[in-house]
């Protein structure tokens, strides 16, 4: 079966309005690619969904499909399968014109890398209003739109300044601004304080924020900094290729965003769940567990082979 027809397969069994309204719908989205003559499952039937306006971090350990996933709604990868959704756009369904459209609209891409993200012959005006003559904006337009941003994520200092002229931080800030200019709905950033230390990491993390609260952009980021991802109010781990867990951090009673944080496991539309390895390495929980329906909950227990039926351990 080509690659073309098991994405119509998986289509044709997902329900039409799963993440109706939503900005970024992935359902059972599978990606299998070889390596060295070794077939990859990098997704394995991933859920997700991502409302407009989200500020989000994504984690898991290297090798769990992260950044698969952010290079498929990045439009930089295909999927194999399953229908992959964003602003409004079928990227399973794209040309390769279409997809060089979409990057350069729709989405705004950040690299862990500072060297990646900006061009190291202009300065930092000149690298946020690229973007703005590729896409054919007059210049008066295109110089205030690059002065304003580089203001808003204060770095308008820099303005001048080569990338060699500029700290890593700096740099991200200003790459930040590149990744904006056209106004993208969805910001996905890759590791962005991977290569800076906290204090500098911090301040890239709070560009993001405004980049989400002032200009309403959604934002996607893959981290492993403990810092970043208690920052923002949902944290969607990725486990060997699916969803596994969320945390949602709940507002307090102030109306800050620090109140206490509630960890989910994620049920997914196959009806497959993760739990998490320190519980279940914890009860010795291995192949398979025993379920009980009871009237407000499911029961899970270890399977206590030789033991009786009765015996919940």
Sequence with gaps: MTASELHQLAASRGHADYGAGSLIVCDR?????????????????????IAEGELTALVGASGSGKSTLMNILAGLDAPTAGAVRVAGHDLAA????????????????????????LLPYLTAFQ???????????????????AGQLLDLLGVAHCADRRPDQMSGGEQQRVAIGVALANSPAVLLADEPTGELDSTTAASVFTALQTANSE??????????????????????AIRDGRTSTETLRRTSADGSGDGHAVEYAVLDRAGRLQLPLEMTEAL??????????????????????????????
């Design 127 to 145: 690298n946020v209003e690229l973007p703005l003559r590729f896409a054919g904006t007059g210049r008066g337009a295109r110089r205030k739109r």
């Design 215 to 236: 200009l309403g952009v959604t934002v996607l980021v893959v981290t492993h900094d403990p810092a970043v991802s208690s920052m923002v109010r949902r944290v969607i």
């Design 29 to 49: 989205l599978v990606r299998i690619y070889i390596a060295e003559g070794i077939e990859v499952q990098a997704l394995q039937g991933l859920d997700l969904v």
């Design 284 to 313: 010795g929980m291995r192949e398979r567990v025993r379920l009980e329906a009871e009237p407000d909950h499911i029961g899970v227990w270890p399977d206590q082979r030789g033991e009786p039926e009765d015996d919940r351990g």
């Design 94 to 117: 794209m040309t390769a014109r279409q997809r060089l459209a979409y990057r350069r609209s729709v989405i705004g891409f950040i690299w862990q890398q500072t060297a990646r993200n």
